[in-house]
């Protein structure tokens, strides 16, 4: 069964550091997203991609953060220049359909990113 | 704005034990809801969903239903085994815009 994967699955990193998450979502899949989770807070959304633009963000999605697709199967994260309170857990996700509601995400296994 | 509130954890349960963790919603407009599971090392799996009032989502022998007038959808089970140790997460689809809106997930542990 297809699915979404990221790497790695755990990043240390120095503060004012960059980092790049990778994601390898599903093959047939056209909307890309990105949420996060700092311990023991809800998982946030950060930002949905699809026709190799932004379509929506949240404004945790700073000028920090940017994302890109460089080829036809990655979705990457960077975050320029880490924050001690960029520490969280990242999670890739796809969806085949338009963006509706009605539509399930596909997640990936997320990658624990911790800043020192 | 649109959001999520789910039931705090650690839930710890015997085996064959009835589970319910509580969900509740605000939201505008006609929202999708839904459950998915986190097993250790893996990422968030869809369980189980309802896209209007009134429906019910099941899957697994769990089921959830879509409460309008309560805003709720809580997640039940009649009889959990160790296999369903995991962290749920309720989750709203909201239909103005692509994001889903997530509670912080319940850690579920089924004991022998």
């Known amino acids: 069964e297809p699915e979404v994967t990221q790497t790695p699955s755990h990043q240390v990193t120095q503060m004012g550091q960059e980092v790049i998450l990778r994601c390898v979502p599903i093959?047939?899949?056209?909307?890309f997203y990105w949420y996060r989770q700092i311990l023991g807070q809800k998982v946030e959304f950060l930002v949905s991609?699809?026709?190799?633009?932004?379509?929506?963000k949240s404004e945790i999605f700073d000028d920090q953060f940017s994302v890109e697709r460089p080829d036809g199967s990655n979705f990457t994260l960077k975050i320029r220049s880490t924050k001690l309170e960029d520490s969280a857990m990242y999670f890739c996700?796809?969806?085949?359909?338009?963006?509706?509601?009605?539509?399930?995400?596909?997640f990936g296994p997320g990658t624990r990113l911790t800043v020192l | 704005g649109d959001s999520v509130t789910q039931m705090e954890g650690p839930v710890t349960l015997s085996e064959e034990a009835f589970l319910t963790i509580n969900c509740t919603y605000t939201?505008?407009?006609?929202?999708?809801l839904f459950w998915y599971v986190q097993y250790p090392g893996e990422g968030l799996q869809l369980l189980l969903k309802?896209?209007?009032?009134?429906d019910k989502g099941s899957n697994k022998g769990f089921e959830a239903t879509y409460r309008k007038e309560t805003t709720s959808f809580h997640l039940e089970k009649g009889s959990v085994q160790v296999s369903d140790s995991a962290v749920y997460f309720c989750?709203?689809?909201?239909?103005?815009?692509?994001?889903?809106?997530f509670g912080t997930g319940t850690s579920l542990t089924v004991i022998p």
């Open positions: 996700a796809s969806t085949h359909f338009s963006g509706s509601s009605y539509n399930e995400q596909f």
């Open positions: 093959s047939n899949h056209l909307y």
């Open positions: 991609f699809y026709n190799n633009e932004i379509s929506e």
């Open positions: 939201a505008t407009g006609y929202p999708s």
């Open positions: 309802a896209t209007k009032a009134d």
């Open positions: 989750a709203l689809g909201s239909n103005t815009g692509n994001q889903f809106y």
